[in-house]
């Protein structure tokens, strides 16, 4: 018994000590394909689904129709492979929140949305809300209302969400990678002690509006680019943000623009915005089509460029994927996310890049 006592001390000394172990942290992945991929999905290797999207009817949430409600119910049906699993539902993304600024005004309107948020919950025996609304009193998708009043109309709304919801049920958000976004949206103090996590959307940080090619997604920064997952990430902790509130975002696609100059391979070059390219294709531009691989040391990223076309991709490859994960492990942060599952490769698979770092003991 004396020994079993020592061992056991030994160990509650470790746990104390060292805390969550790497394996620990949370891989959340976005889902906006319909019911038949589900089947297909990984699910012990996520901790968590979002589903997206859900949207605003009136001032409820609501499923906006019978694919959507098959699609969730098959979500939810992966915990018979994971029992540990976690499906959300998601409010709004990119043009899907017009109505938020009005809705979110009113505390009339914030509690009928939570109240419909915990039936839709019950309903389909999903786990919580993610909130998406792009974005918060600045400018975001076009002609979107906006207004100084969003700030505090979203702390109202998360605090009536967790009134309503109670603890059983998840309440996180997703926020912009960006300093504006990180500056004037959110009342971070207030809203962070009652959320479960916030998913940075540590990608698009070059977007379809912009005029000059960089790394959507780069992990660090560099001189001709200051936003990035580190700089988003080190803003919050020095802001006082608890570190193991913080997911950082990945992502299973690529941005490409056309009509850009060799200099420097394409990078930090003007051009035009060109398409999305989910990572499943972004594998498919290979040398024999002209495109020739590059690795930036200091953003820890990848691109591609296309001399002949004068064509440009930024994306995120495994290498990138792990060093992100990598990355979410050595700050302490509660994981990583990204958008979106459909995207990804059969072979050279992202999630599989994010599980093998996850896996390492």
């Known amino acids: 018994m004396k020994r079993t006592l020592i061992l056991s001390c030994f160990l509650l000394f470790f746990v104390v000590a060292f805390g969550q172990s790497p394996a620990d942290i949370n891989v959340i992945a976005y889902y906006a394909a319909g019911p038949a991929k589900v089947d297909s999905i990984d699910a012990a290797k996520l901790t968590h689904i979002i589903f997206s999207f859900c949207h605003l009817q009136g001032n409820q949430l609501k499923v906006d129709n019978a694919t959507d409600a098959e699609t969730i119910t098959k979500l939810v049906q992966l915990k018979k492979r994971n029992p540990d699993l976690k499906i959300i539902l998601s409010l709004g993304g990119w043009g899907g929140c017009q109505p938020c600024s009005d809705v979110f005004s009113t505390a009339a309107g914030r509690t009928e949305f939570s109240k419909s948020v915990l ?81 940075l959307m540590t990608y698009d940080l070059v977007n379809g509006y912009s005029t000059q090619t960089g790394h959507h997604t780069a992990l660090y920064s560099r001189p001709e680019q200051k936003e990035s997952t580190d700089n988003c990430v080190q803003y919050l902790i020095k802001a006082g943000i608890p570190r193991d509130k913080l997911v950082i975002g990945a992502a299973f696609y690529g941005r490409m623009w056309e009509n850009v100059s060799p200099t420097k391979n394409g990078l930090y070059q003007s051009g035009k915005f060109k398409s999305f390219v989910p990572y499943a294709n972004v594998v498919k531009l290979t040398p024999q089509d002209g495109f020739t691989f590059y690795w930036d040391e200091t953003a820890k990223a990848p691109y591609l460029y296309n001399s002949a076309k004068k064509l440009y991709v930024t994306y995120d490859d495994p290498r990138s ?35 093998d770092v996850k896996k390492r003991k």
Not at 128 to 148: M, N, Q, R, S, V
Request: with cysteine; glycine share 6%.
């Open 119 to 199: 039936q839709l919950c019950q309903q389909y025996g999903t786990d919580g809300i993610d909130l998406d609304w792009e974005y918060p009193a600045i400018e975001g998708y076009p002609e979107h209302a906006f207004k100084a009043e969003d700030k505090p109309n979203f702390t109202a709304l998360v605090l009536e969400l967790r009134k309503i919801l109670g603890t059983k049920y998840e309440i996180s958000f997703a926020a912009g990678g960006f300093e504006k976004f990180l500056k004037e949206s959110i009342d971070w103090k207030a809203v962070i002690p009652v959320v479960d996590r916030v998913n």
């Open 321 to 355: 994927m792990k060093l992100k994960t990598q990355y979410a492990i050595d700050q302490k942060l509660d994981g990583i996310m990204f958008w979106e599952l459909s995207n990804d490769a059969k072979t050279g698979s992202l999630l599989d890049a994010i599980n």
